[in-house]
């Protein structure tokens, strides 16, 4: 038994080394992972009798914890998210965090490989789902729903290279809102928007604006400039990327790696680096050239009536009609948009980063990046639906780590700055008591004020100092304390202790709940 585990022990040791080689290499992939399998199944055999194994206790790349403090924050923003969503009307729904991998193959472009595979455990060929759009419309045709007004709060799961100190990960939440069913045009797509800026608002962000555009516009922007139909949608994720990326190396990318016409390239970005409001739409209708073209005459109606409905929501000066926004995912076929925050991560408004930047760059505002997106989809359901039944949509999803990591900064700043407790718990009030042997009667009082519906906790020592459990008051913002001693018990009474001004008063024991409810208030 001792020699069959030593030869175990020195297989791992041998395939350890070949698994550092292929790393130290470089090789590919799946070689690496092949090889990484066969270690764990070496390791496997040893079981629990097996030496203690040395790893490095980390979380996986592109993902993180949450600690109380961060959960804090979380839930705050989440909070907000659902009352606005709730403020109109919707619904919520949930569906599973993997999907059969059909579904989610041909729906996101280039952005496609991307997805997270599952291995095959004998049945079904799985992939993690990407976003929430694409199950929706899967859980629609499924389901033979025409028509509904949907939120859903979910992560999400790309195989992307993370910039965690930017908000971007591999496992990251959603919050979607979607409106689907067959209306008037432009109304539920402007709704859509105006739940956006309510919830970047009431999140006190800063600045922020709107991008839209249209699909069809788009497409008769590439037909009108010499693209061939069959690489609209190539052409369509390199003009995505100029909110990050230079005309030039955008020009360069459609040119050499994409072999679209220089000539047609050229043509595309006079128009793709324009950007307005109804003006510029009138400015594209009266030119020849675009305004002749079918789908672009479509598009820029559309976005006309579009900045219409906007202007009656009180949206007019959020909204930016932008010519560069392409939203390289295949669903979308009308309206797109996408929300960008102005400043710096790290605080500066628009006007202190541009005021601190230098005079080549002096004159335009600089974008943080996109915290929300979305747009119509009108054929994503079809695809799903044995006969082909579309249902019309339209949607906006709110990237939330992003806002997340801004808030956490910023909460941090406040907390250098003040010295002001994060609270990570709702306690209204501690049941405390002066001298020994009290763990009974600390007990009572605390099964009384829970009955009563009050949030209370006690120290689990059952002769704390007092002093101890005043300082955890202080230390975890904790509002009241209740301090019982023997004369307290004897009396009847219990002595009420606000914890930020040190203000005693004694209460009647069966008038505690009552105190606690009137004081909270005042100590908030």
Same mark, same amino acid.
């Given at each position: 038994?001792?020699?069959?585990?030593? %030869? @175990? %022990?020195?297989? @791992?040791? $041998? %395939? !350890?080394?070949?698994?550092r080689r292929l790393k130290a290499e470089k090789a590919d992939a799946d070689k690496i992972s092949e090889e990484v399998s066969k270690l764990l199944d070496l390791k496997a055999q040893l079981g629990d009798d097996g030496p203690p194994q040395k790893f490095t206790l980390k979380t996986p790349k592109g993902t993180r914890d949450y600690s109380p403090q961060q959960m804090v924050i979380r839930n705050r923003v989440l909070d907000k998210i659902i009352t606005v969503f709730k403020r109109h009307g919707a619904e919520t729904i949930d569906t599973p965090i993997?999907?059969?991998?059909?579904?989610?193959? !041909?729906?996101?472009?280039?952005?496609?490989? $991307? @997805?997270?595979d599952l291995a095959d455990q004998g049945g079904e060929i799985l992939s993690l789902r990407y976003d929430l759009t694409v199950p929706f419309a899967r859980f629609l045709a499924m389901n033979k =729903?025409? #028509?509904i007004k949907r939120y859903q709060i979910a992560k999400v799961y790309r195989r992307d290279n993370p910039a965690m100190t930017r908000g971007r990960y591999r496992e990251f939440y959603q919050c979607d809102?979607? =409106?689907? !069913?067959?209306?008037?045009?432009? =109304?539920p797509d402007a709704e859509c928007v105006k739940v956006a800026t309510e919830i970047l608002s009431s999140l006190e962000l800063g600045d922020f604006i709107i991008k839209v555009n249209h699909r069809r516009l788009l497409d008769g922007l590439f037909e009108a400039c010499g693209i061939p139909a069959s690489s609209f949608r190539a052409a369509c994720s390199s003009v995505d990327k100029l909110d990050k990326t230079p005309w030039e190396e955008v020009r360069a990318e459609m040119v050499g790696e994409k072999k679209l016409d220089p000539d047609a390239v050229d043509r595309l970005g006079e128009y793709v680096r324009? #950007? !307005?409001?109804?003006? $510029? &739409?009138?400015?594209l209708l009266a030119d020849p050239k675009i305004g002749g073209t079918a789908a672009a005459k479509e598009g820029l109606q559309g976005i006309k009536l579009f900045l219409k409905y906007c202007k009656l929501f009180g949206l007019s000066s959020e909204i930016s009609f932008d010519l560069s926004l392409a939203r390289g995912l295949d669903y979308y076929t009308g309206i797109i948009f996408e929300a960008v925050l102005l400043g710096q991560f790290n605080g500066e408004t628009a006007e202190d980063s541009v &005021? #601190?930047?230098?005079?080549? #760059?002096? &004159?335009?505002?600089v974008g943080v990046g996109s915290v929300a997106g979305g747009g119509r989809y009108d054929n994503l359901v079809g695809m799903f639906d044995s006969k082909g039944r579309a249902v019309p949509c339209v949607g906006i999803s709110i990237g939330v780590e992003r806002i997340f990591s801004i808030l956490e900064a910023n909460v941090a700043r406040q907390k250098a700055a003040s010295g002001e407790v994060l609270?990570?718990?709702?306690?209204?009030?501690?049941v405390a008591s002066a001298q020994k042997n009290m763990l009974t009667h600390r007990m009572e009082l605390c099964r009384d004020l829970w009955d009563a519906g009050i949030k209370v906790e006690m120290s689990y020592k059952q002769n704390p100092k007092l002093l101890a459990q005043l300082q955890y008051c202080e230390e975890r913002g904790i509002p009241l304390a209740l301090v019982i001693g023997e004369s307290e018990v004897e009396k009847g009474i219990v002595k009420v202790r606000e914890v930020t001004s040190r203000k005693e008063e004694d209460i009647p024991r069966d008038s505690v709940a009552t105190e606690i409810r009137k004081r909270l208030p005042q100590c908030s």
């Open positions: 038994m001792a020699d069959h585990k030593a %030869q @175990i %022990q020195e297989k @791992i040791k $041998l %395939q !350890g080394e070949t698994v993997f999907e059969l991998k059909e579904v989610l193959t !041909g729906k996101y472009g280039e952005d496609s490989k $991307l @997805i997270y =729903i025409s #028509n809102f979607d =409106i689907a !069913g067959q209306y008037d045009p432009m =109304i324009m #950007n !307005g409001g109804e003006e $510029l &739409a009138d400015t &005021a #601190n930047k230098s005079k080549e #760059n002096s &004159a335009r505002e609270r990570t718990t709702e306690v209204e009030a501690f």
